[in-house]
């Protein structure tokens, strides 16, 4: 095969060529289409709302419904508010929106797109050549691989974030099942979706009663949104998680030995092969890179602190409100932690690690303060970015405790008082 060139023919005719008859058309004809989606997002929020719906047609919320959580809403808001201390949202009142897992989906493209656009372009920068086998600068199968992988690029970027989207809109009651921040400056910072066909289908496989979740889910929206909107707390996950979404180094060459074992031959096996191989799983989830490896201890930190004072929040106002809040809370915090495979690779991908021993530990921190300190000594963690505890001191309340002492010691009395 000849070095290509400025006038090569373009690589999907140069694939049919290549595997010829009817599966060169299949791969040109796929290529065509990847070529054509583009990276404004429509292609990943198609994607997105057909997983979300099973790829059904959704009846819009009930106005009666729509109503009733309204009006739970504003007394979940209340109640947060004076537990916690926190504005209920970053610009004035938050709006709760109950909506479909369509529009859930659809909208949630646009809010995560920057994070998981991240994820899909870290793995098309500049590779780690230092454990990559040496290949000659102009092999044509490496040039014709490294065109493909350009080519496949943006179908990577909007199957990744259609796929993960649409995964947490066939599942999530809200918007923070996963604690990932809202951009501050998007027009949906305060904005909170609550997806009523999932609420409602839970309540009735549980045998909760449906206004007993409906009031569960709008307190434990806005609690997060509340812990969330304080600027240095969001600022700081927003760019672990960013950091952490732009580091993936995958190893070309392991992606390139598996496409050389295609046999061009094998038909349809072929085409089988190939969506094995370009899976998400193994595409995204095949090598974590060090830079990783080092975010991860703060990230999950930062998360179990902040799972773990969004749940004692609520099992302080919930006994008040919610008759069955016992049962109710069981069984959501049962299905947080028993998520399926699909599932967890999207809090994997993400850097989140919501496991039963990573709430536990944010819980045991919550307690640890509060026994030593008692219950307004929780407020400090929202006091600036340098309260927040480090990963040695989440398993260690004490050494919070004694360093936020020692800083107050050290800064001295405050002297911006008027004096008598």
Not at 231 to 260: C, I, K, M, W
Not at 274 to 282: F, G, R, S, T, V
Not at 362 to 387: M, N
Request: charged share 20%.
């Amino acid at each position: 095969m000849p070095e290509p060139s400025d006038e090569d023919p373009p690589l999907e005719d140069l694939m049919a060529h290549v595997f010829g008859g009817s599966l060169g058309d299949m791969f040109g004809g796929a290529l065509k289409a990847m070529k054509n989606q583009g990276a404004d997002g429509f292609a990943a929020r198609q994607l997105a709302m057909t997983i979300a719906t099973g790829g059904e047609s959704e009846p819009n919320v009930d106005p009666t419904v729509r109503m009733e959580y309204e009006a739970l809403a504003r007394v979940a808001e209340l109640h947060v508010a004076d537990q916690t201390g926190l504005p209920a949202g970053r610009r004035g009142p938050v709006t709760v929106e109950p909506v479909s897992r369509a529009v859930w989906a659809g909208r949630m493209v646009d809010t995560l797109l920057p994070l998981l656009g991240r994820v899909s372009g870290s793995l098309h920068g500049t590779p780690d050549t230092r454990h990559q086998p040496q290949t000659e600068p102009d092999d044509p199968t490496t040039a014709w691989l490294s065109g493909l992988m350009e080519a496949i690029a943006p179908l990577l970027s909007n199957l990744t974030t259609g796929t993960m989207v649409g995964r947490l809109g066939f599942r999530n009651l809200g918007t923070y099942d996963l604690p990932i921040p809202v951009d501050p400056a998007s027009s949906d910072a305060d904005r909170l979706m609550l997806i009523v066909p999932n609420i409602e289908a839970f309540a009735a496989d549980w045998s909760i009663p449906a206004a007993d979740l409906r009031l569960w889910v709008c307190l434990h929206e806005l609690t997060h949104h509340s812990v969330l909107s304080v600027p240095h707390v969001g600022e700081t996950l927003n760019t672990l998680l960013t950091s952490h979404a732009g580091a993936f180094r995958n190893d070309p060459s392991e992606l390139e030995q598996h496409l050389g074992d295609i046999d061009p031959m094998a038909g349809p096996e072929a085409m089988a092969r190939l969506q094995q191989i370009l899976d998400p799983e193994m595409v995204l989830g095949a090598v974590r890179s060090p830079d990783q490896e080092m975010l991860q201890p703060r990230i999950e930190s930062l998360v179990a602190v902040i799972v773990g004072y969004v749940d004692h929040v609520m099992d302080e106002i919930g006994g008040r409100l919610i008759a069955t809040y016992p049962m109710v809370t069981e069984a959501l915090r049962r299905r947080r932690v028993e998520t399926s495979d699909a599932d967890r690779f999207v809090e994997r991908i993400l850097g989140l690690n919501l496991t039963q021993a990573q709430v536990d530990r944010g819980s045991a921190f919550i307690s640890g303060v509060v026994d030593r300190a008692g219950p307004d000594a929780l407020e400090r963690l929202w006091a600036g970015e340098s309260h927040l505890p480090t990963p040695n001191e989440v398993d260690a309340p004490g050494l919070w405790l004694a360093r936020l002492e020692m800083d107050e010691d050290t800064a001295g009395p405050d002297t911006t008082a008027t004096q008598p």
